[in-house]
């Protein structure tokens, strides 16, 4: 089993910044990849990025290249999500899942319990 805690939400104006954290504990191990997603309110839950447990391979939901960054450190079992440029439509429960397999943004197996990220116009 894999564990994932998410950290770092909160309220920002736009055009303003965060840093998402995703603390993994367990059988890390196992990890192929992690990646972030993030639901919002009536909305499906959507694919926002995604990199390699052991790095590289970074792939980015297109709205959010430019402005997001995925990054890792293995030494802290600690995967960041870097909000830049924050818009009122990026306003989501932002989750970190990680998955055991090479797909890249679907089929990940652990989910944290999710950040809110509201963005104030």
């Known amino acids: 089993q894999v564990q994932l805690v998410e950290s770092g939400g909160g309220l920002v104006q736009a055009g303003g910044s965060l840093r998402l954290s995703c603390a993994a504990s367990g059988r890390t191990f196992n990890i192929y990849r992690t990646g972030w997603f993030r639901q919002a309110p009536w909305k499906e839950r959507e694919f926002v990025a995604s990199?390699?447990?052991?790095?590289?391979?970074?792939v980015y939901k297109d709205s959010v290249k430019g402005r997001f960054t995925i990054s890792r450190d293995n030494a802290k079992n600690t995967v960041y999500l870097q909000l830049n440029s924050l818009k009122p439509e990026d306003t989501a429960v932002y989750y970190c899942?990680?998955?055991?397999?090479?797909?890249?943004?679907?089929?990940?197996?652990?989910w944290g319990q999710g950040t809110q990220v509201t963005v104030s116009s």
């Open positions: 990199i390699r447990w052991s790095g590289g391979n970074i």
């Open positions: 899942a990680a998955s055991l397999t090479t797909a890249i943004s679907r089929d990940y197996q652990y």
